[in-house]
């Protein structure tokens, strides 16, 4: 009971009423506030304020960008982001939490448009560990405290984030890397927040607030340009639904006769 005498609401009360019965705000402009206020008393909690980005505008972060330069040098976000394009086994190693969340959330963000559906645990609880074998693609964190046994590792990408080194575990397919053309694209872009591409940003390189105001928007548009112009012509490969055909995508005429074609941009046609 509250101390006013009142009975409080169960968790799931709450929990329930928030992810069920709160509405969901349309995009654009509009918010949708909720107060959190104890049930039997005055105590008001914090507000939580839901809102959605307009149709024409990038999705909604409530973090910087400038973190995920501040562990990883631009090569290796490069190697990073293209293994998790080709759906690899991807698992972020740090001595710290917060790095494990940040690194995750950001690398999920930078695939927009595309939308990672497969596991993602951004930290893996240390009883839950011999889940890193799983045969399918992921986004695992672990602390460096608590590393599984390597034998259960065979082909899985190590993002060592304290150390900015991205390594392959034995077994597997090797990792397919992007055409030089397709790196250049996503190096021309970055270089220009982070001039030593082969390093992670110092800790007082950079303040949070001026790479926000001055790069952030930059680094975004410059991982969107990129899925623009490596899918721009993918509708001249659709074959049009009939009562014969279902739309159909022509996967192998769009890599032979892409401009950028590459190992690495067939093997994300198969994903």
Same mark, same amino acid.
């Given at each position: 009971?509250? #101390?006013?005498?009142?009975?409080?609401?169960?968790?799931? *009360?709450?929990?329930?009423n928030f992810m069920f019965e709160t509405p969901f705000p349309p995009r654009g402009r509009i918010n949708v506030q909720v107060t959190l206020t104890e049930t039997g008393t005055n105590t008001?909690?914090?507000?939580?304020?839901?809102? *959605?980005? !307009?149709?024409?505008?990038?999705?909604?972060?409530?973090?910087?960008?400038?973190?995920?330069? *501040?562990?990883?040098?631009?090569?290796?976000? /490069? /190697?990073?982001?293209?293994?998790?394009?080709?759906?690899?086994?991807?698992?972020?190693?740090?001595?710290?939490?917060? =790095?494990?969340?940040?690194?995750?959330?950001?690398?999920?963000?930078?695939?927009?448009?595309? /939308?990672?559906?497969? /596991?993602?645990?951004?930290?893996?609880?240390?009883?839950?560990?011999?889940?890193?074998?799983?045969?399918?693609?992921?986004?695992?964190?672990?602390?460096?405290?608590?590393?599984? =046994?390597?034998? @259960?590792?065979?082909?899985?990408?190590?993002?060592?984030?304290?150390?900015?080194?991205?390594?392959?575990?034995?077994?597997?397919?090797?990792?397919?890397?992007?055409?030089? #053309? @397709?790196?250049?694209?996503?190096?021309?872009?970055?270089?220009?927040? %982070?001039?030593?591409?082969?390093?992670?940003?110092?800790?007082?390189?950079?303040?949070?607030?001026?790479?926000?105001?001055?790069?952030?928007?930059?680094?975004?548009?410059?991982?969107?340009?990129?899925?623009? #112009?490596?899918?721009?012509?993918?509708?001249?490969?659709?074959?049009?639904?009939?009562?014969? %055909?279902?739309?159909?995508?022509?996967?192998?005429?769009?890599? !032979?006769?892409?401009?950028?074609?590459?190992?690495?941009?067939?093997?994300?046609?198969?994903?």
């Amino acid at each position: 009971s509250s #101390k006013s005498g009142g009975a409080r609401a169960p968790l799931e *009360r709450v929990l329930s009423n928030f992810m069920f019965e709160t509405p969901f705000p349309p995009r654009g402009r509009i918010n949708v506030q909720v107060t959190l206020t104890e049930t039997g008393t005055n105590t008001k909690g914090g507000t939580i304020n839901l809102k *959605r980005p !307009a149709p024409n505008k990038l999705p909604l972060r409530d973090f910087s960008l400038i973190h995920l330069f *501040r562990l990883l040098s631009v090569e290796n976000i /490069i /190697i990073v982001f293209s293994c998790l394009l080709n759906e690899r086994r991807v698992m972020f190693v740090s001595n710290r939490v917060e =790095d494990l969340c940040l690194a995750a959330e950001t690398f999920k963000s930078l695939l927009f448009p595309m /939308i990672w559906r497969h /596991i993602y645990v951004p930290v893996l609880p240390e009883p839950l560990l011999e889940r890193v074998c799983a045969p399918f693609p992921y986004i695992m964190g672990v602390t460096e405290s608590c590393m599984p =046994d390597e034998k @259960l590792l065979d082909g899985v990408v190590q993002v060592e984030l304290h150390k900015n080194n991205v390594a392959q575990y034995r077994g597997g397919d090797e990792i397919k890397r992007l055409s030089d #053309k @397709l790196h250049a694209r996503l190096h021309k872009g970055l270089k220009k927040v %982070v001039p030593d591409t082969g390093e992670p940003l110092g800790p007082g390189a950079m303040d949070e607030k001026v790479f926000r105001d001055k790069y952030e928007s930059d680094v975004e548009q410059t991982f969107l340009r990129f899925f623009v #112009k490596l899918f721009r012509s993918y509708k001249k490969y659709v074959e049009a639904p009939s009562e014969e %055909v279902v739309e159909k995508f022509k996967k192998e005429e769009f890599v !032979a006769e892409h401009p950028d074609r590459c190992d690495w941009l067939k093997e994300v046609m198969e994903t």
